[in-house]
């Protein structure tokens, strides 16, 4: 355990729902995949397919805040609802704090639904509009069997948490609050469930920045408060800088990178990385962008490049990179404090001419 | 350059007169239940060829601002007061038959969502032709080869087979680029741009600006640019205007307004942007909510959640200050020291209020010290 950059907080082993201990990741994602299927014709047959997340691997370790970055389109939602199980996956497992998930010996779905629990970026969509936020807020308990009263009692004590007054905005619809108050609705709606993991799906992009600030400080508050663990979406570089403990950058449906927020920010080793780091923009206006660092759009996911995804648009691109895809490496066996790339520059022997000699054992 | 004279401190000084003057405007909304006021006395110059980004939270009347240089608010219910003069036409006057002709000639603007302002029963060549056809009296043929030009200069890959698609077969930042096209169709001298990137990723969104900056440049186009983001108005703008609750409370050069803000909103703003702080360390947001535009106080309307105030902040809403570099801000502690805008707290100061009882305490002794 002493190898492990984020060590979990002291609270972690003394949480009563905890079973595998402290060093057990919270969660375990092995080699997760998601082909949608293009149907046409009268026969509805399968044409083609969307490889929306094709192979991912990665863990979560407990109490920390696992961010996600990746162009429009990457897979980053999909790779959620994979998560939440809100849609099947076509293959890989999913380990939560050591049991299996959905199979025959493992946690059942709704332990899991209890335990993992998502906000949306789309605030004003997931809000039932006729029901008034105490009830919403009150809904899912109810629906696991709490008493109307225990769980409107818990639903008004979130609202407090969330930084609603109850006696304010129990009864108020929807439409009747700003964005950023939604967006607390939203999260103390998640929180009643008494979830440990919470994946935050761009759960502030679309807030103004001064609620954006608000909304970060309540959730590392609740962080703390409630023993929670993050995974956290955006496509946010500053934002996910702030908040991440640990960071995997997708693309096209695949991890290319993952390791400390401060290794990938500060020594970033895959070319797609390095690009999307460069589109964050200062605010200074003497530093302004002269060309785009990611120039196109990213290829089709229905037929993506051979070798290395990222060849299309890469300026290091040389042949090996069109035949062979390179490996991110053993995610599952590394520690939290390694940095991986999957990039034939940083694998030695790799063929590619900046890669580093191949050492000998 | 090498000659540079005192009046010509800022750099981009017109001689001209501008193209656009907004003259204390102010916009209501009148229903049967109350009085928004969501506009309340804005007043600015633009120069041929200069970008203007507004900046502010939401709800503080940037897009309502906008609207109104095309008169697009519901008649019935809208009162808009004030004058607003683009070029030689002035908005508030001229009939809708001329203002109709204005739109999209003179005038083009990008909303703020894509999938509003296209129709969707239509393909991007279509709705470019027609635009074209309409203002400038092209014929068919013409009109689209004139489309085909527009795709190119926005960089839409493979511009002819994207002249064929509807808009929900294209991606978000394909969409937003056809939009821009759409905008472009008739050379406008100026471009009304309503967060044209906010909804796009950080790598199209980069792409965006920098071809809206180069083809405002080469068109010479004045530009109002809306946007929520810091970093997006420093990489586009000349000037940048701070609205709150329906007013510029701030306005100057963007060097002068990012670099050295003086009004207390606009640095609460600045520093409660996530930008490189230290992680674990607490933002400091800004506490409190925006005003109630149906019920606006008297005075500073920024007071209920500034760490400044002093008793004349209640009194009435603070005048512009103005320093020789026009660098203009409205709160009773700015003030000229020099040729520059200075802000001038007391020493003690309430620092950081990150919650309401906070700020509250700290306003009450500062007050108190004050009477
Ligand atoms: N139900 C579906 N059927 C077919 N294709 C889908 C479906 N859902 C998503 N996709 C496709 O899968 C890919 C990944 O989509 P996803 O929504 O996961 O991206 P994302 O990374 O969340 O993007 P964004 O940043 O825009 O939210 C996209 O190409 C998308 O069009
Ligand atoms: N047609 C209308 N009738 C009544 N109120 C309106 C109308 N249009 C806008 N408003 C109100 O005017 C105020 C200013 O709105 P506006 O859309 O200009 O805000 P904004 O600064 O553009 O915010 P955002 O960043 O969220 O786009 C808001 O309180 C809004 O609710
Ligand atoms: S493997 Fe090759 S193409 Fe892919 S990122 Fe590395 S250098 Fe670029
Ligand atoms: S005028 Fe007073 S209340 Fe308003 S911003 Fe200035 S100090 Fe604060
Ligand atoms: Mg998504
Ligand atoms: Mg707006």
Not at chain 2, 240 to 251: K, L, S, T, W
């Amino acid at each position: 355990m002493t190898q492990m950059a984020i060590s979990p907080p002291a609270a972690a082993s003394e949480d009563p729902r905890d079973r595998g201990g402290p060093a057990q990741p919270m969660l375990i994602v092995d080699g997760i995949r998601k082909y949608f299927p293009i149907r046409a014709g009268v026969l509805n047959r399968t044409v083609a397919e969307v490889k929306a997340v094709d192979d991912i691997s990665f863990y979560v370790v407990k109490g920390e805040t696992l961010g996600i970055v990746g162009e429009s389109g990457c897979g980053k939602s999909t790779l959620a609802r994979l998560l939440m199980h809100l849609i099947d996956r076509d293959d890989g497992h999913l380990i939560l704090d050591g049991d299996l998930v959905g199979e025959e010996t493992g946690v059942p779905l709704d332990g899991l639904r209890r335990a993992l629990q998502m906000v949306f970026q789309d605030s004003y969509s997931s809000l039932n509009p006729r029901l008034p936020i105490e009830q919403s807020i009150a809904y899912g308990p109810k629906v696991q069997g709490a008493s109307s009263k225990v769980a409107k009692a818990q639903a008004r004590a979130l609202m407090e948490k969330v930084g609603l007054k109850a006696n304010l905005f129990a009864q108020r619809y929807p439409h009747e609050l700003s964005g950023g108050q939604k967006q607390r609705v939203n999260i103390a709606r998640a929180l009643a469930l008494d979830p440990r993991l919470l994946i935050l799906d761009e759960a502030v992009s679309a807030l103004d920045k001064s609620v954006e600030a608000q909304v970060l400080n309540l959730l590392e508050d609740l962080k703390r408060q409630l023993n929670l663990t993050y995974i956290f979406i955006s496509h946010d570089l500053h934002v996910v800088r702030y908040i991440s403990d640990r960071v995997l950058v997708m693309y096209l449906g695949q991890v290319v990178e993952i390791g400390p927020v401060d290794k990938i920010y500060e020594d970033p080793q895959h070319p797609y990385t390095q690009a999307l780091l460069a589109c964050r923009l200062s605010m200074d206006p003497e530093e302004r962008v002269e060309a785009a660092p990611l120039a196109g759009d990213p290829p089709n996911p229905v037929n993506p490049p051979s070798g290395c995804r990222f060849h299309t648009r890469c300026p290091f691109m040389e042949d090996v990179c069109m035949s062979k895809a390179p490996s991110l490496g053993d995610v599952l066996r590394s520690s939290a404090q390694d940095h991986l790339a999957a990039c034939h520059m940083v694998h030695p022997g790799s063929g590619h001419s900046r890669a580093p000699l191949a050492v000998r054992a | 350059m090498n000659d540079m004279t005192p009046t010509n401190l800022s750099g981009s000084m017109p001689l001209a007169a501008p193209f656009v003057r907004v003259k204390d405007l102010r916009v209501r909304f009148v229903s049967r239940e109350a009085t928004v006021r969501a506009v309340n006395g804005v007043t600015f110059d633009l120069a041929r060829g200069e970008v203007l980004c507004v900046i502010g939270e939401s709800g503080s009347g940037k897009s309502v601002m906008m609207r109104s240089l095309l008169r697009l608010h519901p008649k019935k219910r809208t009162v808009i007061e004030g004058s607003m003069q683009v070029g030689e036409h002035d908005i508030g006057a001229v009939s809708d038959r001329v203002l109709s002709k204005l739109r999209g000639s003179t005038i083009s603007m990008i909303f703020q969502e894509p999938m509003t302002a296209l129709d969707p029963l239509y393909t991007i060549g279509d709705q470019i032709v027609e635009t074209v056809r309409r203002h400038e009296g092209l014929g068919r043929e013409a009109a689209w080869a004139r489309a085909l030009e527009l795709l190119e200069l926005v960089r839409v890959p493979s511009p002819e087979r994207r002249l064929k698609a509807y808009p929900h077969e294209l991606s978000g930042g394909l969409r937003q680029r056809a939009m821009i096209a759409v905008a472009l169709s008739c050379r406008p001298s100026l471009l009304l741009a309503d967060e044209p990137t906010t909804a796009l990723d950080a790598s199209v969104q980069i792409q965006v600006l920098v071809l809206l900056r180069k083809l405002q440049r080469e068109m010479e186009m004045s530009m109002i640019f809306v946007t929520h983001d810091l970093g997006v108005a420093a990489q586009i703008a000349d000037k940048v205007a701070v609205m709150y609750a329906g007013r510029i409370i701030e306005y100057g050069t963007v060097a002068d307004v990012l670099n050295r803000p003086q009004h207390p909103y606009t640095r609460a703003m600045l520093a409660s942007t996530v930008k490189d702080q230290e992680r674990g360390v607490q933002l400091e947001a800004i506490a409190g909510s925006p005003p109630d535009l149906r019920a606006l106080p008297d005075g500073c309307s920024f007071l209920p959640r500034c760490g400044y105030a002093k008793p004349e902040c209640a009194v009435a809403m603070p005048p512009e200050t103005v320093d020789a570099r026009g660098h203009m801000a409205r709160c009773y502690r700015v003030g000229v020291e020099g040729q520059r805008l200075a802000f001038s707290a007391p020493a003690i100061q309430p620092s950081v209020c990150t919650n309401a009882s906070q700020l509250a305490a700290a306003r009450a002794e500062m007050l108190g010290r004050q009477a």
